[in-house]
């Protein structure tokens, strides 16, 4: 699941931004979608009951980042939500958790193997977080801005003695 957030018309956080080098900015950026995130997160794993751990990271395994090219880029910045195991890496099964399965049969013998019914957690939890994302994002980025540069001034002013 994705979703496309562009912050255009904002000219107070595209100024701010640009007082940041690309590394400061999208940092920030990284940090307020990471923060704005969390709750979407916590909810879905709340949901899950258990079954999976749900995280907020930039990492992707290979087949994810093959469908995610678009996301990537010198001046983007890309956080996902999504289940994760205990170790960190992407947890293999849980679309068919999320969005069921069909009745399964074994090819050469016919026998019933079971199906599993949908449970969604993901989309539900993004559902609720949404229409509230955009404005929460644009005040953490705010927020982030403004403390980056307060570290910027004061690392200058220490360089400066």
Do not use: C
């Not at 701010?16 to 940092?27: D, F, I, P």
């Not at 293999?92 to 050469?108: F, K, V």
């Amino acid at each position: 699941m994705g979703a496309k957030l562009r912050i255009e018309g904002s000219g107070d956080i595209e100024r701010a931004l640009v007082q940041l080098t690309r590394g400061q900015s999208k940092a920030s950026g990284r940090r307020a979608l990471k923060k704005v995130l969390k709750p979407v997160a916590a909810t879905a794993e709340g949901m899950a009951g258990g079954k999976f751990k749900v995280a907020v990271t930039s990492k992707l395994d290979k087949g994810q980042k093959r469908r995610a090219r678009g996301d990537q880029g010198r001046n983007r910045v890309a956080m996902y939500v999504g289940p994760v195991q205990a170790d960190g890496s992407h947890s293999p099964h849980a679309h068919l958790y999320e969005d069921g399965t069909a009745p399964r049969y074994q090819h050469s013998t016919g026998k019933f193997t079971g199906e599993m019914p949908a449970n969604p957690f993901l989309r539900p939890a993004w559902d609720l977080y949404a229409p509230g994302m955009l404005e929460a994002l644009g005040l953490e980025i705010r927020k982030d801005i403004e403390k980056t540069l307060e570290r910027a001034r004061r690392k200058a002013l220490r360089a400066g003695k």
